[in-house]
């Protein structure tokens, strides 16, 4: 077990908790929770599988929902304003993450706070009022009902102060629909797991967070010549131009490769998408790009990676917002044979205001629209909408029924997964979902993303990591050299790909900034510099990949087993990627070979310490990470390898 040393930099000092039950309010200090995990997610993990008691719902009051801001947050570190959210994820009853960026966590710290911790529920709808050390839990009865936008507007107004940040809900965390976003500065999206829907059911419609404070480091000289070599790193990046144009620079191209690999069509019956169809959605001159209007970024970002549209023609004219993302493509246009600009550009929008998770939407709908499709449901059951492939009218309008609960959208609301046993009728088997959640993602072509995806802990997100190749993401040199079609040595690339965003999310690091995105900026030799000089400490790069990382990764793996029956069937990928082939395109004929994906997964164990049989923890790797407690809490509930 490593012993971190005395923490003296980088954190703002407490942890601030808030029991909405019996409007309670106290702090405790961050030092002893940063000490094992560096900070952000790894807190809360660590908190979470301390503190939640086995058997306890995503529902009960005792459920906590924690939000970590990284340890570097709040310093002039690029790209460090990453805040992770954690609760119970609603769609597994397993570990719960989404992580955002934005201008709140850097203000949470400056307030005076890591994390903030909130458990119980109140009886009314109350927002949080955070000001440095005044905190207050307000009534919320005037914003209850309202969009995104609406909230923002009308809580700056009663507030009379221009420089609060928020986070918040909308209708479709109010309704508890558990594809729910928490919305941060207006269009960052914390999405997955059901962290809004959890928000909404302790009746929580915002966080508003001023703060006035400062994050000191521990050597200043030190941390700052590493802040300029990290910063010219970043200015002298051939990638940061082609980050900042992203996804419009690679999707206007109709041949661009990513088009063939990571696309999936009208919920999995191919992953090829037409030409035509490219090049009406993505034209530089008449298709989404065009709406953009300028470019927004994070705090400290070096790069601005957020497009604000404007639609200027049609019927969605004069709507406007921030965000068009590929994941807007991969799931708003693809997922539907959508390619009308407008009605792309608006449906997000809508998704963003309304509270929504995109991947949700795009992932549960879809699905409807092909049952649709197959007469498993009909217009009776949709309220009367016709569900064909390419009607954007109806997407538009699904996604209003869907965050208000109205008719087939309150079915949807509970879960495909709940929906598909109600329906019947081999619905399941079209559902595209893993440990429950529906997923977007693509698994048949990039089997390194089909491996990440599968095995992340807070189920179907890629960004626990995938991989398209070991030259594609991040800078080099990383274990391995496989393609994107490749089985052999994914898996070495998608265990070093998660320890890496382990640690990003416990710095609070883009990973647009970090080794994920293709940028190529900082590198696990910045990290460790990084922490150091600003957190006063003396760790390796070993240390941090194969300790720290490894240390919070296993937390989520250990909350997952005590709380779910997880196996190791619940990291393979869905069905329908395993039995039906990719229909057209370069890659038409590749579907997931089991017996070779299972060798992938089998290494995957091995690589992170697990038993391959079983994929459980084992004793020996646990205690070598200092979680011998962890490791008594799985024997004891016989969840722990004998091997």
Same mark, same amino acid.
């Given at each position: ?349 809508? +998704?963003?205001? *309304?509270? !929504? $998770?995109?991947?949700?939407?795009? %992932?549960?709908?879809?699905? @409807?629209?092909? &049952? ?9 059951? +949709?309220?009367? *909408?016709? !569900? $064909?492939?390419?009607?954007?009218? %109806?997407?538009?309008?699904? @996604?209003?029924? &869907? ?241």
């Amino acid at each position: 077990m490593i012993k971190t040393g005395d923490i003296k930099g980088c954190l703002a000092g407490k942890i601030l908790r808030i029991d909405l039950s019996n409007k309670k309010i106290w702090t405790e200090e961050t030092k002893s929770y940063a000490e094992k995990t560096l900070g952000g997610r790894g807190i809360n993990s660590l908190i979470m599988l301390n503190e939640i008691d086995i058997g306890t719902k995503w529902y009960d009051p005792e459920n906590l929902l924690c939000f970590g801001a990284g340890s570097l947050v709040g310093t002039m570190t690029p790209g460090a304003c990453r805040v992770d959210i954690s609760t119970i994820n609603v769609f597994s009853g397993g570990k719960g993450s989404a992580n955002v960026g934005g201008f709140w966590g850097p203000e949470l710290k400056y307030a005076g706070f890591d994390n903030l911790i909130i458990v119980g529920k109140s009886k009314k709808p109350v927002y949080l009022y955070i000001n440095d050390n005044n905190i207050e839990i307000r009534d919320a009865s005037s914003i209850w009902g309202k969009d995104i936008y609406e909230t923002e507007n009308i809580l700056r107004k009663k507030i009379g102060d221009e420089h609060i940040k928020i986070a918040c809900i909308g209708p479709a965390g109010e309704n508890r629909v558990r594809g729910s976003a928490i919305i941060i500065d207006t269009a960052k999206a914390a999405g997955g797991s059901g962290v809004g829907c959890v928000m909404g059911d302790k009746r929580l419609k915002a966080i508003v967070v001023r703060g006035h404070g400062k994050i000191a480091v521990a050597e200043p000289q030190k941390f700052m010549k590493a802040l300029t070599k990290c910063y010219q790193k970043c200015k002298e990046e051939p990638n940061a131009g082609m980050m900042r144009k992203v996804p419009f620079n690679l999707y206007s191209d109709p041949e661009w490769k990513g088009w063939n690999t990571n696309i999936v069509i009208k919920n999995g019956q191919d992953d090829q998408w037409e030409k035509e169809k490219r090049i009406k959605l993505m034209n530089p001159i008449t298709g989404v790009p065009n709406m953009q209007k300028g470019t927004r970024a994070c705090y400290l970002c070096p790069i601005g990676c957020m497009p604000f549209m404007e639609i200027d023609k049609g019927k969605y004219k004069d709507d406007k917002g921030e965000g068009f993302w590929i994941n807007t493509i991969m799931g708003h246009a693809c997922r539907f044979d959508i390619s009308d600009p407008e009605s792309v550009v608006e449906s997000w929008l809508l +998704t963003n205001r *309304l509270g !929504l $998770d995109g991947d949700y939407v795009a %992932a549960g709908l879809s699905w @409807i629209f092909e &049952l649709y499709e197959k007469g498993i449901i009909t217009k009776k059951d +949709t309220g009367g *909408l016709e !569900l $064909d492939w390419g009607n954007s009218d %109806a997407l538009i309008k699904m @996604i209003k029924k &869907l965050a208000y609960r109205e008719g087939i959208g309150d079915l949807l609301a509970d879960g495909i997964v709940e929906a598909a046993k109600k329906i019947g009728r081999n619905s399941e088997y079209y559902l595209i979902q893993v440990k429950g959640q529906p997923s977007i993602e693509p698994f048949r072509i990039p089997k390194g993303w089909a491996l990440a995806v599968s095995t992340s802990p807070i189920a179907g997100r890629h960004l626990r990591g995938a991989t398209m190749g070991s030259n594609k993401y991040g800078p080099k040199p990383r274990p391995g050299n496989f393609n994107v079609t490749d089985y052999k040595n994914q898996a070495s690339g998608v265990v070093w790909q998660g320890k890496t965003k382990e640690l990003e999310d416990n710095l609070g690091i883009c990973n647009y900034v970090g080794t994920w995105s293709g940028a190529n900026f900082l590198t696990i030799t910045d990290f460790a510099e990084l922490i150091n000089t600003g957190m006063g400490l003396n760790l390796t790069e070993e240390e941090l990949m194969d300790y720290y990382a490894a240390i919070g990764r296993n937390l989520e793996k250990a909350f997952n087993t005590l709380h779910t029956n997880m196996s190791r069937e619940d990291d393979i990928p869905p069905k329908r990627f395993r039995e039906e082939e990719v229909k057209s395109g370069p890659y038409k004929g590749f579907k997931i070979n089991e017996d070779k994906y299972n060798e992938m997964l089998n290494e995957f164990y091995e690589l992170s310490g697990w038993d391959k049989k079983t994929g459980m923890q084992t004793r020996s790797d646990l205690e070598k990470l200092g979680l011998k407690d962890i490791a008594n809490k799985l024997a004891k509930q016989n969840r722990l390898s004998s091997n």
